[in-house]
């Protein structure tokens, strides 16, 4: 007779998954303002209310009739999406232990899994297309005043003309110093360190160069974050299996983002299964899954940064 699995396992295997989930943090979605993450989202659509600014009027005469203003309001909506992993246990996985221990590979490559699939998602909604209208029927690419051109060489490069360029123009779409955020990869580190006035002591006190690189390090106005690819190393040696910030021949997109511009809408909370498989001989399954998106919401709180990957 096949062994059972118990409704306390599948609820202890549930509980640490969500645990560790808690516990390992995001690359990008913890820096999304907390009214702009929607969690226990109801339905296939959920919406950003965006809301223009207003004037005062000067009150002219004593008991004049009142005036109402003009607030522009328009919406942008987030469709969640599924996204699961399932791993198969037997025997020689050691089962009960995979299933019991918080530390088990098993729990901690569906928590990564599902944590690099949020991440991304919201990476992809700042460069991607933004559903909007009323009736969620306009689609809105991330207008050209927003972006960064790749430049020739010697200035394909990350470079200070560059992060200067991004920082004007926040300061012109009224983005806070306190809300920035610029998502960078690997491939422009030795860039950021050839910037002398981000790298010298003479410019800053953040020795960068002492600590091997910028990530977490409040610069320019920016706080800066290394988002590196998933990387998976096993029998045919080190691949790359997804990447994080667009790569497309040697043109990496980099993304800076103030952290009210983008919207994340999830439902519900993490979902886990436990079962048996028949017809793979018994063997466990253990399953992951997460129902989250992005979207942007403010075109000019994003810009897209194309450098030269080294």
Known sequence: MAETITEWQKRQFNSNVKFV??????????????????????????????AGASLTRDKVDRYEETQWGELE???RWCRPIRAYLALPLDRYDKVRSAIEDINSIHTRAIVYALRRNEDKRAIDAMNGLALGGEQATVSTALPSSQQIALGSSPSDVLNL???????ANFDQNAV??????????PGQ????????QAASSDFTAHKIYDRGDIDSLDWMGFVWHHIFDVKNQGAAGITTIQRMLQLTGTTRTNLAFASDAVGVSKCEDIKTELDYLPTKTYTWQAFGEIDVNAVRVLDGGVMSILCKEE
Do not use: C
């Not at 003309?161 to 920082?167: G, L, M, N, Y």
């Not at 806070?176 to 990869?185: E, M, V």
């Not at 580190?189 to 002398?196: D, G, H, Q, R, V």
């Open 21 to 50: 989930y808690q516990q390992m943090e995001s690359m990008v979605t913890k820096y999304i303002d907390s009214e702009m993450y929607h969690g226990n989202v109801q339905g296939n659509l959920d919406d950003f209310d965006v």
């Open 73 to 75: 309001k328009s919406r």
């Open 161 to 167: 003309t560059k992060i200067k360029a991004v920082s």
């Open 176 to 185: 806070p110093i306190g809300k920035r955020h610029w998502l960078y990869s």
């Open 189 to 196: 580190k030795s860039a950021i360190l050839a910037i002398t």
